[in-house]
């Protein structure tokens, strides 16, 4: 081998979604083109939901918001959760506790695998 672990190529669900809003998945080991990028997007994703939950609390601090601006920031802190949550059933799939199933778009339970132990 060429000094690198081995690892499975495994289905990763993708920061972003196809035509209709359907799931995107990429399969491989998680060190090709796409999986760098999906990684890139990911990290600007929650780093940008850091940064909506810091607007937020100035924001609800203040007693002089407009009902306006707070649909705005629902309407943001929304996208931003919706985002956040593909991004942790991503990983969490990879961690192998769970997987997601593409028909209901959400992780499923997996159960142990008794017989490897």
């Not at 499975?8 to 209709?20: M, Y």
């Not at 994703?45 to 810091?54: I, K, R, T």
């Amino acid at each position: 081998m060429n000094g690198k672990e081995h690892r499975p190529d495994v289905i990763r669900l993708l920061p972003w979604t196809g035509p209709e809003n359907k799931p995107c998945y990429v399969l491989g080991d998680g060190s090709g083109y796409v999986s760098r990028m999906a990684d890139d997007i990911e990290s600007i994703q929650l780093g940008m939901a850091g940064d909506l939950l810091g607007h937020a609390v100035g924001l609800l601090r203040d007693r002089k918001v407009t009902g306006a601006e707070l649909h705005f920031l629902a309407s943001r802190l929304t996208e931003s959760l919706r985002e956040v949550k593909r991004v942790a059933e991503s990983r969490g799939a990879r961690l192998g506790g769970t997987k997601v199933d593409p028909d209901r778009n959400r992780p499923q339970r997996r159960e142990p695998d008794i017989g490897n132990r």
